[in-house]
């Protein structure tokens, strides 16, 4: 593997940490508010606004790197699963290439709304006042690069190794943990 498949694959595996870190701390989060609002009469200002724009936000975007990297989307096969493997491998490399083009198509534009909403400073109202929610619109521009750079490697693993490539550059789930303890 390159060095630069390496820092990739570190980089995904951040972003897949981080949302599941995202993801506890909005149990967390959610936890403490409803003990609050329950026991105490004292709810946390700003809990759905918060989740609603930062944790979720978090766990939507930055696994999806890694479910690109394993192969673990949602995948519809009953015309190609027949196909001898090369020919699939044709295939899977032309849906990659496409894929990459929409996907830099998304990121550029998640990118200029992020842009501009960060100079707009973008708030929303909550009840104790206004949260700035302009940093949750740089996740999603990270969750797309993310995958955009995953997706990439799958179509340059495609068009330059063919079906070996595309073997080689897809980390199943299993796989992913194999050698660090």
């Given at each position: 593997m390159?060095?630069?498949?390496?820092?990739?694959?570190?980089?995904?595996?951040?972003?897949?940490?981080i949302?599941?870190?995202?993801?506890a701390?909005?149990?967390?989060?959610?936890?403490?508010?409803?003990?609050?609002?329950?026991?105490?009469?004292?709810?946390?200002?700003?809990?759905?606004?918060?989740?609603?724009?930062y944790?979720?936000?978090?766990?939507?975007?930055?696994?999806?790197?890694?479910?690109?990297?394993?192969?673990?989307?949602?995948?519809?096969?009953?015309?190609?699963?027949?196909?001898?493997?090369?020919?699939?491998?044709?295939l899977?490399?032309?849906?990659?290439?496409?894929?990459?083009?929409?996907?830099a198509l998304?990121?550029?534009r998640?990118?200029?709304?992020a842009?501009?909403?960060?100079?707009?400073?973008?708030?929303?109202?909550?009840?104790?006042?206004?949260?700035?929610?302009?940093?949750?619109?740089w996740?999603?521009?990270?969750?797309?690069?993310?995958m955009?750079?995953?997706?990439?490697?799958?179509?340059?693993?495609?068009?330059?190794?063919?079906?070996?490539?595309l073997?080689?550059?897809?980390?199943?789930?299993?796989d992913?943990?194999?050698?660090?303890?």
């Amino acid at each position: 593997m390159t060095a630069i498949g390496k820092i990739l694959d570190r980089l995904v595996d951040v972003l897949m940490w981080i949302g599941c870190l995202a993801s506890a701390l909005m149990m967390v989060h959610i936890a403490v508010d409803v003990f609050c609002r329950n026991v105490l009469n004292a709810p946390l200002d700003g809990t759905l606004e918060i989740v609603s724009s930062y944790y979720m936000v978090t766990i939507a975007f930055f696994p999806l790197a890694y479910v690109s990297r394993s192969g673990g989307q949602i995948l519809v096969d009953l015309f190609t699963s027949q196909m001898p493997r090369r020919p699939r491998a044709r295939l899977d490399t032309v849906v990659y290439v496409a894929t990459a083009i929409y996907l830099a198509l998304f990121l550029w534009r998640s990118y200029v709304t992020a842009l501009a909403k960060t100079r707009q400073g973008e708030v929303w109202e909550s009840a104790g006042g206004f949260l700035s929610v302009w940093p949750s619109r740089w996740i999603v521009v990270v969750g797309m690069a993310g995958m955009l750079l995953v997706t990439l490697r799958l179509a340059i693993a495609g068009l330059a190794r063919g079906a070996d490539g595309l073997e080689a550059a897809l980390r199943k789930p299993d796989d992913v943990f194999e050698g660090q303890e």
